[in-house]
């Protein structure tokens, strides 16, 4: 059974800084691209960074520049670094991978990362 495992949320102050992780199993991670989307109460889910099977990231507008995205193929893991974090940034992240090889689609159960004084 495929499993995406996110680890890293928490609660942290506005312009503190967070490491979320995604461990991947039985999926092959290495033609994957994976992305972390996440979900604000009452707002759409949306779609912050990709990172491509041979590690070339995207990054939505709203996370430029303070949010960075990195795969590990050997450990089949993808992080999120987080910094300056903002109230705005408070939500639940979810992990998402998409398997060029079979044309599967898989989701984590997501981690919750609060941003507040």
């Known amino acids: 059974q495929v499993q995406l495992v996110e680890s890293g949320g928490g609660s942290v102050q506005p312009g503190g800084s967070l490491t979320l992780s995604c461990a991947a199993s039985?999926?092959?991670?290495?033609?994957?691209?994976m992305t972390w989307y996440r979900q604000a109460p009452e707002k759409q889910r949306e779609s912050i960074a990709h990172?491509?099977?041979?590690?070339?990231?995207t990054y939505a507008d709203s996370v430029k520049g303070r949010f960075t995205i990195s795969r590990d193929n050997a450990k089949s893991t993808v992080y999120l670094q987080m910094n300056n974090l903002q109230p705005d940034d408070t939500a639940v992240y979810y992990c998402?991978?998409?398997?060029?090889?079979?044309?599967?689609?898989?989701w984590g159960q997501g981690t919750q990362v609060t941003v507040s004084s």
């Open positions: 998402h991978a998409s398997d060029f090889g079979i044309q599967q689609d898989y």
């Open positions: 039985r999926i092959n991670f290495g033609v994957s691209r």
């Open positions: 990172i491509s099977p041979y590690g070339a990231p």
